[in-house]
């Protein structure tokens, strides 16, 4: 079975700029700490290609990808083009990379649908740009890159996908895609009343989708009952020829841009379940803005799909990753605890299961047995 983990230089020199979310080191430290553990021998890391316009244009419009390259060479848009395309905005500026960059993040995941023709689990922490519309940028977003992988399994012969979403925003990109698509399932969980305020637990696009917005100090019990309760049953049922998994790092309690409270074990262990139901397995990044928090799940997400036993302290080459990380701009990194240095794994953040999520659980399995 495929067992590879996709990653790239590019994100280590490059930053949506010193203001932005994005200007913290994600990918790279990913990459640096699954080194120092051991967990990256060489013949597992491929380096990501850069997905050429022609691949991106399966999905994307072509004068859009124009644009976005014209952006990249020139450094910057017209009026007109930021209007009609959202570049050059507080959210999506224009950087050095920033066709590269998410190029990269794409062409990775398009490549993973080759390599899990004959099953397997591939690892692609810069995708999961799951905000991403056809014809413009949204939400940090220039491409999407789930939606380009389901166009690419689908030219590889598989037909029905299972996109499941655990990011703290909700992955409206990939529902404008494909929420209309029966053989399509998209399984969502993100915070309530929190950007791009889609995601209803009403909604349910051609039947496929399902929404489980979460209220605010949801904590690791609410996303284990989200999990058994939803997303396991729902991707068993639909018995996909493929799973993609979103696993954004934003919705643990130390992300700065969001107020759920979950530990990273509550990523690990819905990780670990699909990993052990899915005949082809792509696990994507996404959003996580806090560089301890997310280099630690990252690369705990790693460790869970190669069957790795994360040790109580890190070693020191280890250590010395997450001590080397900085965090300017944000009081998050004045002072970090020092287990943000020592260890991967949180402190479960245990409780009962919320009466918001258990009744909106029930409304879900309440749809499901109706539609049987």
């Known amino acids: ?37 051991g967990w990256l021998p060489p013949d597992v890391y491929i380096p990501s290609p850069r997905a050429k316009p022609a691949s991106l244009a399966t999905w994307h419009d072509p004068d859009y990808l124009a644009v976005l390259q014209r952006a990249e060479r020139d450094g910057h848009v017209t009026e007109a083009e930021r209007a009609r395309h959202a570049l050059g905005t507080l959210s999506n500026p224009i950087y ?3 066709f590269r960059r998410p190029a990269t993040a794409a062409g990775g995941s398009i490549m993973a649908t080759g390599l ?23 939400g940090f977003c220039y491409l999407n890159d789930p939606c380009l992988a ?12 299972a996109y499941v979403d655990i990011d703290a925003h909700h992955c409206d990109g990939v529902v404008h895609g494909f929420g209309d698509d029966p053989d399509v399932l998209i399984v969502s969980t993100h915070e309530e009343r929190r950007w791009p305020f889609t995601g209803a637990v009403e909604d349910r696009g051609a039947g496929n989708v399902w929404n489980l917005p979460l209220p605010r100090g949801a904590r690791d019990g609410d996303m284990a009952a989200a999990r058994d309760k939803l997303i396991l049953p ?15 790092a934003d919705a643990v309690a130390e992300d700065p841009l969001s107020r759920l409270a979950l530990s990273n074990n509550a990523h690990w262990a819905i990780v670990a379940a699909l990993r052990d139901l899915s005949p082809r397995l792509l696990v994507l990044g996404g959003g996580g803005y806090n560089p301890w928090s997310v ?19 890190l070693p020191e080459a280890a250590e010395n990753v997450l001590r080397g990380l900085e965090f300017t701009g944000n009081r998050l990194g004045k002072n970090p605890p020092d287990h ?9 953040r245990n409780g009962p299961v919320s009466e918001v999520v258990a009744a909106r659980l029930r409304q879900l399995a309440d749809r499901a047995r109706a539609s049987v």
């Open 150 to 161: 389901i166009v690419a399994f689908r030219r590889w012969g598989f037909r029905r996908i």
């Open 340 to 348: 943000w240095f020592t260890t991967l794994r949180d402190s479960p």
């Open 234 to 248: 729902l991707v068993e049922g639909f018995r996909a020829d493929a799973v993609i998994l979103q696993c954004g």
């Open 295 to 313: 280099g630690r799940l990252w690369t705990g997400v790693w460790a869970t799909l190669s069957r790795q036993e994360i040790p109580a302290r």
């Open 1 to 37: 079975m495929t067992l590879r983990f996709i990653g790239s230089e590019i994100y280590r020199g490059s930053s949506y700029g010193p203001n932005h979310p994005l200007r913290v080191p994600r990918v790279s430290t990913v990459i640096d700490l699954s080194r120092a553990m």
């Open 116 to 138: 899990l023709r004959d099953g397997g689990v591939v690892y692609n922490p810069g995708g999961g740009t799951h905000h991403g519309l056809p014809d413009r940028a949204n």
């Open 96 to 98: 050095p990379e920033v």
